[in-house]
């Protein structure tokens, strides 16, 4: 576990509410999270996970509250909203890799558009990367042509191409073969071990156990339980978390 210094949270929410028509998917969400932090939320399905996560780079809007990156809050649009975005980078569950582009351009594209960084430079670091997360040998091959494993890790080697102060990981294994699942845990794994900042939603609990400074267990688009992996794990507190854990873990 990462020993965490107290400051500025990278990433707090206050009284953050998103309803969906007449479904309130969030409920006075309050959270922070601090520099070095590895947070992990799981709960059910449709307990507001995935829309928390979206909600911290505003692919979601919210309806109330707010939410602050590094101390800022979260501009509604604009260039403030892309530059704030660019310190924030987000996994998907579906890669969202460019499919026309090598797997080099789809790492480059960001910091060369984005932060007008010299090419060679970027270039450069977008190699060491790709060889950070396992596919070097893949930098000119298009994404249709890698297995998903392999995408994920691109994806979240193209994350860390912006020099993020926090990376979203929205369910990052939940569209793979499960033997493609440990490929992309264990390189999220060593970024958690390196002191990067992340927010992981995930089912995958042996993960959550494993990575998380602090899990965060949500239901019904509310946090019901916020705890260290061993007391969540092992002594939950509410029935709600409970109940939940009876139905993952015996199988």
Do not use: W, Y
């Amino acid at each position: 576990m990462s020993s965490v210094q107290k400051g500025t949270p990278i990433v707090e929410l206050r009284n953050v509410n998103k309803s969906f028509g007449d479904l309130h998917v969030l409920k006075d969400i309050n959270l922070s999270v601090e520099k070095g932090e590895v947070i992990v939320i799981i709960g059910p399905s449709g307990s507001g996970k995935s829309t928390l996560c979206r909600t911290i780079n505003r692919l979601e809007t919210v309806d109330s509250g707010q939410i602050f990156i590094d101390g800022e809050k979260l501009p509604k649009s604009g260039k403030e909203l892309a530059k704030l975005r660019s310190e924030v980078g987000m996994v998907f569950q579906s890669f969202n890799l460019f499919s026309h582009k090598t797997i080099l351009q789809n790492i480059t594209l960001g910091p060369i558009v984005v932060l007008n960084k010299d090419k060679e430079e970027v270039k450069a670091e977008a190699m060491q990367l790709l060889d950070r997360v396992g596919v070097a040998e893949q930098a000119e091959k298009r994404p249709a042509q890698l297995s998903g494993g392999q995408q994920q890790r691109v994806a979240i080697a193209r994350a860390l191409a912006m020099h993020p102060k926090v990376i979203l990981f929205d369910e990052p294994t939940s569209a793979l073969d499960p033997e493609m699942i440990n490929e992309v845990l264990d390189v999220i794994l060593q970024l958690a071990s390196e002191g990067m900042t992340m927010v992981v939603v995930t089912h995958e609990m042996g993960f959550a156990r494993s990575a998380a400074d602090r899990v965060i267990f949500m239901a019904d688009g509310q946090i019901v339980e916020t705890a260290s992996p061993d007391e969540f794990f092992d002594a939950p507190k509410t029935d709600r978390a409970k109940d939940f854990l009876s139905k993952i873990l015996v199988h």
